[in-house]
């Protein structure tokens, strides 16, 4: 297997890209973007699911996961914190968290070959989120062919 390419900061590039998925799937469950940087409660706690799921999830320090929300570590800590007080108390919340949890785990990039095929599957479907309907029906019956 390949040795995983690194970035300037140390910073695994699956790590990082997983922590990207992450927050793509908290972003789509909740509705929101959590890299919005409004104080809002409604972005806040989301925010801070995805902080936890990417600290727990990947192999990112608080420093590097602060740097994905363009916060500071001590900001990942306590949302760590609050997330494990939401598990243990909030009864909203630990009913979403078995389907939450089940899309989350299905990130996990073992190779490079993995990886690979998630950015290409990543492109292609941003590259059908620009087409028409018409253009995607197409696009099906040459696949079909």
Known sequence: MKKLKRHSQGISIISREKCRKIISIVNEFYGVNCLDLSKKRVIVEPRQVAMYYCYKRTNLSSTSVALMFNKDHATVLHSINIVEGRMLYDKKFK???????????????????????????????????????????????????
Do not use: G, H, W
């Open 95 to 145: 009913d979403q968290r078995p389907k939450l949890e089940e899309l989350i785990f299905r990130v996990n990039f073992k190779t490079e070959a993995e990886f690979i095929l998630f950015q290409t599957k990543e492109k292609i479907n941003l590259l059908v989120s620009k087409m028409s309907l018409d253009q995607c029906n197409e696009l099906i019956e040459n696949i079909k062919n």
